[in-house]
């Protein structure tokens, strides 16, 4: 795929990639977000509430404990550093939650990044939870919604890690199709290097290295396995992520570049 200048915009809509939790704040106000953490963040939080789980994500581990006193069942869940804190417990793990049965347990979650990036996306227009799982879904709802959209990866140690930009192009190849443009050069090169990627090109970024190297294979088969499956639209509602019900979730017809390479 080849976007040059993006496609015709339509009433001047446009769609920015931009990466790091810091980078929110200068779309918060006048664009829609969406917050993208592929490993592993947004696809821990996503898998949760699709099963009926409540989400709280937190920027900090003293964020996550004062939760807790007021939570006290609540699960914790998450890692720094890619370690699980003392306490907590499971790891960021998109596989272990969606495999346990104590969903009426709230969950509290904790992530180097991508929950720093849903902390820094509240307060604004909207801002909307994004994996491999559901990027086609999301990019349907937000089309001709709003008129910015923003679609922000977490990022781990500086980098826009490989999967992110994946999930970042997909969704906004979609919404170049359905007639916004590119806001700058930076979102056109992401687009038109990854859009057309498949799933599988993730397992060859920095982010899947680690999860293989340190024993965590099975969340990056779960995320690898698990692709267009979900048509739910998560969404941040105060500190909370939520699922919008279905009758305020009116979806484009059709599929995009999500939808096809996830069938790639």
């Known amino acids: 795929m080849n976007f ?5 915009a339509t009433m001047e809509r446009h769609v920015v990639i931009d990466c790091f939790p810091e980078s929110a704040a200068r779309y918060r106000q006048d664009h829609a977000l969406v917050v993208v953490d592929v490993i592993r963040a947004t696809t821990t939080a996503v898998g949760a509430v699709a099963l009926g789980r409540r989400c709280f994500p937190v920027p900090s581990l003293e964020a996550a404990w004062r939760l807790r006193r007021r939570l006290p069942n609540a699960l914790l869940v998450g890692e720094l550093a890619g370690v699980k804190p003392r306490g907590f417990a499971i790891n960021n793990s998109p596989a272990e939650i969606t ?3 104590d969903i009426a347990r709230p969950m509290i979650l904790l992530s180097s990044s991508g929950t720093r990036l849903m902390h820094a996306a509240r307060g604004g227009r909207a801002a909307y939870l994004a994996c491999l799982r559901n990027a086609a879904s999301i990019a349907a709802h937000v089309a001709g919604r709003y008129d910015r959209i923003a679609v922000i990866g977490a990022g781990s140690r500086g980098e826009f890690r490989k ?4 999930c970042c192009a997909w969704v906004a190849a979609d919404l170049m199709r359905l007639g916004y443009r590119a ?7 992401v687009v038109n290097r990854w859009a057309d990627a498949p799933a599988t090109a993730c397992a060859g970024g920095k982010s899947a290295a680690y999860l293989r190297d340190s024993g965590q294979r099975r969340d990056l088969d779960f995320i690898l396995g698990h692709v267009n499956d979900l048509e739910d639209v998560c969404r941040l509602e105060g500190p909370e992520v939520v699922v919008l019900q ?3 979730d009116e979806r484009a017809a059709g599929g995009g570049a999500a939808a096809q390479a996830g069938g790639a």
């Open 99 to 101: 495999m346990r049965t």
């Open 246 to 248: 279905e009758e305020d």
């Open 4 to 8: 040059l200048d993006g496609a015709p």
């Open 163 to 166: 999967e992110d930009q994946i």
């Open 183 to 189: 806001a700058d050069a930076r979102t056109i090169g």
